[in-house]
T-cell receptor, first 119, second 116 residues
């Protein structure tokens, strides 16, 4: 199993450019999420999905869009990049989540991250 | 507001000594508690979790964590530290009610440095 795969590993954008960060998992996980990691801030949730066709906002959703057309893929789109979006982005998935609190004991599986710099 | 606190930005220990990385939380109900480790340029890896039952849980790489409900704490411990344990450690909490949608709340992380 590849687990959670993120591409690209590194990306440099100019202010105003758009791009999509790709995330794919091969574990048939229902729950997928995107976090950004900034020094001294820990991990902050951007968007999440509890299944194909269902997405919702996390703590810091502004400037980002997501979609979930399949169980495997959960891309993150930056429509107009800003320097404040310079960060390391992590995609994560887990077996259960969403409407089944009794199954919240499943740990998250993380990708290796995308380091994004916006100049 | 629900939150997780890791009061130490960095913990320094000598190899062979015991280590503790502290975590406290402020979450309603009976949350699920997790520890993750992050090595440089990698994603987070799951170490251990507390769901219910015995307050001392054992996880990967010889780590264990002690749950204390009255103090709302979930400290990570290891009896004898290794240089290879040097990494960034995150405590995370998942509220047990449906309104949370299963989202984890992370602490800011603690950098563990183990010196030979």
């Amino acid at each position: 199993n590849a687990g959670v795969t993120q591409t690209p590993k590194f990306q440099v954008l100019k202010t105003g450019q758009s791009m999509t960060l790709q995330c794919a998992q091969d574990m048939n996980h229902e729950y997928m999420s995107w976090y950004r990691q900034d020094p001294g801030m820990g991990l902050r949730l951007i968007h999440y999905s509890v299944g194909a066709g269902i997405t919702d906002q996390g703590e810091v959703p502004n400037g980002y869009n997501v979609s979930r057309s399949t169980t495997e893929d959960f891309p993150l789109r930056l429509l107009s990049a800003a320097p404040s979006q310079t960060s390391v982005y992590f995609c994560a998935s887990s077996y259960n989540g969403g409407s089944r609190p009794s199954s919240y004991n499943s740990p998250l599986h993380f990708g290796n991250g995308t380091r994004l710099t916006v100049t | 507001a629900q939150s997780v606190a890791q009061p130490e930005d960095q913990v320094n220990v000598a190899e062979g000594n015991p280590l503790t990385v502290k975590c406290t939380y402020s979450v309603s109900g009976n949350p699920y508690l997790f520890w993750y480790v992050q090595y440089p340029n990698r994603g987070l890896q799951f170490l251990l979790k507390y769901i219910t039952g015995d307050n001392l849980v054992k996880g990967s790489y010889g780590f264990e964590a002690e749950f204390n409900k009255s103090q709302t704490s979930f400290h990570l411990k290891k009896p004898s530290a290794l240089v290879s344990d040097s990494a960034l450690y995150f405590c995370a909490v998942r509220p047990d009610h449906g309104g949370s949608q299963g989202n984890l709340i992370f602490g800011k992380g603690t950098k563990l440095s183990v010196k030979p």
